[in-house]
């Protein structure tokens, strides 16, 4: 019985991105030999956001609310949309401190060999929030692998036929380079990043 729960918890471990059998191992035996105060808060803590954390219905992004504390800041520029790949990606920029527009999270990427396609990655929802009458401009700010191009690629062809504010085109920009090819935006360090938002073509 006891082992049937060692190897549950090691089969829910190795859920976790980039942990192997090994690893999983060594946590479990860890929280249960060292601490078993932090695996009942980590315990308690997983139920409580499970049940807690939905996405905001305008970005899509994490939040306990309906519309997160970002959508809901009066002092935000409605006029600039920046879309990003993930909530990290999001804390990311925020860090800047350089940008005070809004965002949208798209909660992927274009990844045809897993299976993830347009609709996967919200285009939908993304698309109507782009057309709100208020949005002026649009950044694309998805990563610089491969996978983050081609949806940068993929969104710009379908954002640009939309009416923007005052019924002119939408602007549509990019995130300029500097960022290294290959890299995800949560690890390039503030003032790269910064750079690549104010020089965005
Ligand atoms: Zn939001």
Redesign the pocket.
Known sequence: MAERSLDALIDALRRLPGVGVKSAQRMAFHLLQHDREGAQRLAQALQAATLAVQH?E??H?F?EAR??G??SDAQRDARQLLVVETPADQAALERTGSYRGLYFVLMGRLSPLDGIGLADIGVHPLLARASDGLVHEVILATGFSAEGEATAHVLAQALRSLPGADGAPLVVTRLARGVPVGSELEYVDLSTLAHALSDRR
Do not use: E, S, V
């Open positions: 905001c305008r970005c992004t939040t519309i997160c970002t959508c």
